[in-house]
């Protein structure tokens, strides 16, 4: 076994004991009929364990990655400073904001301007896909919330509208 499959045996075993522990604690929760505060738990915590035995079957029965290159290493090394900033910067902006603002306006432009931020240098910035991505993605999550969870998230400036 090389070392390769030998991280990725090591990966696969720790994700699924997280999932297994998490699981545990999960059935612990209580739970009432339907949706609960207890679903997400147990979701989150299947999908771990899907995730683990997903790892571990590639560690087994998948073919050997291509020997890296001196080019891959080199890209595989450059991490921007700036773009961990940036992010830094639009979490620390989202969360202060999100009360006043509310989630549906602060999610949009938040998602919005990550997109722009992980847009590659190389790529042209596509402002019409990425803020129609941004606005479907914060209104479903919204409703999602508000309609099947029955939490409401801050609605902010659109309470006065």
Known sequence: MTTANKKELTIGVAMLGA??????????????EGIDAATLPFLLAA????????????AFGGAAPPPATEA?????????????LKTLGLILLYVVLLGPV???????LYLYLQFIVLTPVDRKIR???YAGIALVTSIVIYLLFREAFDLLLPAGLLNFL
């Open 127 to 129: 402002h019409l896909p």
């Open 72 to 84: 891959d290493d080199a890209k595989a090394s450059v991490i921007e400073p700036a773009t961990v």
């Open 19 to 32: 999932g297994i522990a998490y699981l545990a604690l999960a059935y612990r929760l209580p739970g009432h």
């Open 47 to 58: 999908l771990l364990c899907l995730f683990g035995v997903l790892q571990l079957a590639s």
């Open 102 to 108: 509310g989630f549906p306006i602060m999610t949009t």
